[in-house]
């Protein structure tokens, strides 16, 4: 079954450090999004990204960071100026076009961020 | 954010018994409903939908009900294995290809 990686599973930085995540997501699929999960707490909505472009953010999602699809399989997620409330488990996701009706999102088994 | 809401952290079922998660929600505009499963040290997989024009969906084993009147929705499992005993995300949407906004989850462990 088709699924989504990301890559590093583990990535430790020390605050101030810019940081990249990286994400391949599943080929046909024509949406990506990015999700955190700060420890202890719910799973939060970052940035969803569509045709070249964002097509919806959250408030978390500010001048610090960024998201590229650089080739035609990768999609990454850059952190610039880390900070020590980075840390947290950041999930990719992918899904199809809500063209086929509703499409559920597919995750990545995450990357864990520590900021030192 | 309370949008969507899981109030039991965690359940326990007798190996073959019924599961039952539930999970509120209070945005009406909310038109799609996913849970998902999630083992430690791996992603959310996704388990079963269903959008706000049903009742009810049904997948194998898992079956989800919707009562928009009530903003709830639960999700069944009949009949539970061990291989179940996992974490259970309810997420919610104002359509396909939205954010989704996440309940806090419910670890159920399967006794046997």
């Known amino acids: 079954e088709p699924e989504v990686t990301q890559t590093p599973s583990h990535q430790v930085t020390q605050m101030g450090q810019e940081v990249i995540l990286r994400c391949v997501p599943i080929s046909n699929h024509l949406y990506f999004y990015w999700y955190r999960q700060i420890l202890g707490q719910k799973v939060e909505f970052l940035v969803s990204?569509?045709?070249?472009?964002?097509?919806?953010k959250s408030e978390i999602f500010d001048d610090q960071f960024s998201v590229e699809r650089p080739d035609g399989s990768n999609f990454t997620l850059k952190i610039r100026s880390t900070k020590l409330e980075d840390s947290a488990m950041y999930f990719c996701a992918s899904s199809e076009d809500r063209g086929q009706g509703h499409q559920p999102q597919h995750f990545g088994d995450g990357t864990r961020l520590s900021i030192l | 954010d309370q949008q969507v809401k899981q109030n039991s952290p965690s359940l326990s079922v007798q190996e073959g018994r019924i599961s039952i998660l539930n999970c509120d929600y209070t945005?009406?505009?909310?038109?799609?409903f996913l849970w998902y499963k999630k083992y430690p040290a791996e992603g959310p997989t996704f388990l079963i939908s269903i959008s706000s024009i049903k009742d009810k969906n049904e997948d194998g084993r898992f079956t989800v009900f919707l009562n928009k009147s009530a903003k709830h929705l639960s999700l069944h499992i009949v009949p539970s294995q061990p291989g179940d005993s996992a974490v259970y995300f309810c997420?919610?949407?104002?359509?396909?290809?939205?954010?989704?906004?996440w309940g806090a989850g419910t670890k159920l462990i399967i006794k046997p």
């Open positions: 990204f569509y045709n070249n472009e964002i097509s919806e």
């Open positions: 997420a919610a949407s104002k359509g396909s290809n939205y954010q989704l906004i």
């Open positions: 945005n009406s505009m909310f038109d799609y």
